[in-house]
């Protein structure tokens, strides 16, 4: 598939043209938001809540998790802004960190009863109503790579059924009768009569469809893979292999998490780093097929970074230590600084640049 990148993708234009500005603030705002969250998990502590809490390194599972889909988020839209899977990376980085801020501050403020601070209700319903986007981000991150186009109208269908079905999976868990899942706490926005009741087996059902969503998109990928070039198969063979990986995760978090998150059962640790796992797997492979096989023919710009990066590092060292040398020597020799020192490094420094670079 080394034509991947030849079509141009549905990212919007303005999107496009600022993209430099729009990954930067993203960046911050997801490394304010992991901070915060691994924060209040640190700082949480068993007591009232109504689930059961997780072990402070789940907050940790899912900062990397944000960091791997935030890097290659950075990395695509940088070089190819204008192709839908960089923006999907992004997107699925800023839900999951909005997620786990919900969860990290909702552990902590119902340790007591009442609550310590206001909110948890909210931080609640955000940490359930965002749920059935993870699914729905991962489908189409998986049907449409690597061109961000689906392979036909019928294969765009399922990402817009996808998107669909995870609207009104989110609705359903957030407006149906009895507790939100995963033992949260009861839901303020119950319908009452039938309506809520019928949402209460509805949202179950449309979750369920969601996960077997997953799978013809991934039959989509593997469509991909027997088309492509030996290249091509390559690039695409480890994103098969993370899709059938994601599917297992997604099924076993959504199966186990009622049960995982009851108070008293001790196995929602274990289940929410399973669906980091799950998770993460996808980046990891969209990161071998970008590096080891040039996909997008993007390595070079890594390439370039990681250079420049390390010789900023090298050069500001050389810098720190030359100044506090020299400042050393006319002490020792004069009792006095000099501005030659500084003359002296800026010497050192023009003299080793290109040396350095090469």
């Avoid at 552990?107 to 699914?135: D, H, N």
């Avoid at 669909?164 to 999976?169: D, G, K, P, T």
Wanted: contains cysteine; glycine residues 8%.
């Amino acid at each position: 598939m080394s034509g991947a990148s030849a079509r141009p993708g549905l990212a919007p234009p303005w999107f496009v043209e600022y993209r430099r500005q729009i990954v930067w603030l993203v960046v911050v705002m997801l490394t304010i938001l992991a901070g915060a969250a691994t924060a209040l998990g640190f700082a949480s502590r068993p007591g009232a809540q109504p689930f059961a809490p997780q072990h402070p390194v789940v907050f940790l599972g899912s900062a990397l998790v944000i960091a791997a889909y935030g890097f290659v988020f950075a990395v695509l839209v940088q070089r190819v802004g204008e192709n839908i899977i960089g923006w999907i990376f992004g997107a699925f980085a800023v839900v999951v960190a909005f997620s786990n801020l919900a969860w990290g501050y909702l552990t902590y403020v119902t340790e007591t009863i009442p609550p310590r601070l206001p909110g948890a209700e909210a931080a609640g319903l955000l940490v359930v109503a965002l749920l059935p986007f993870w699914s729905f981000l991962l489908i189409a991150l998986v049907a449409l790579f690597p061109d961000g186009r689906p392979l036909s109208r019928g294969w765009g269908r399922l990402v817009i059924a996808a998107f669909v079905v995870s609207v009104f999976a989110s609705l359903s868990l957030v407006f149906a009768e009895g507790p939100l899942p995963v033992h949260v706490m009861p839901t303020p926005l119950t319908l009452p009569g039938v309506a809520g009741e019928l949402l209460s087996v509805a949202g179950p059902i449309l979750v369920i469809v969601l996960l077997l969503l997953i799978m013809p998109a991934i039959w989509s990928l593997t469509v991909r893979y027997r088309a492509a070039d030996d290249i091509g198969k390559l690039q695409l063979k480890w994103l098969v292999y993370a899709g059938c990986v994601l599917v297992v995760c997604s099924l076993a978090f959504w199966i186990l998490a009622g049960s995982a998150y009851e108070p008293g059962s001790g196995g929602s640790t274990g289940i929410w780093l399973v669906a980091c796992f799950g998770a993460i797997v996808v980046p990891i492979a969209a990161s071998v097929a970008i590096l080891r096989y040039h996909l997008y023919e993007i390595e070079s710009i890594i390439s370039r970074t990681l250079v420049y990066g390390a010789l900023t590092a090298i050069l500001a060292g050389i810098y720190t230590a030359g100044i506090r040398l020299f400042n050393w020597l006319f002490v020792e020799l004069t009792g006095e600084d000099s501005d030659a020192a500084l003359v002296l490094t800026t010497l050192i420094l023009a003299t080793t640049f290109t040396p350095i670079k090469s």
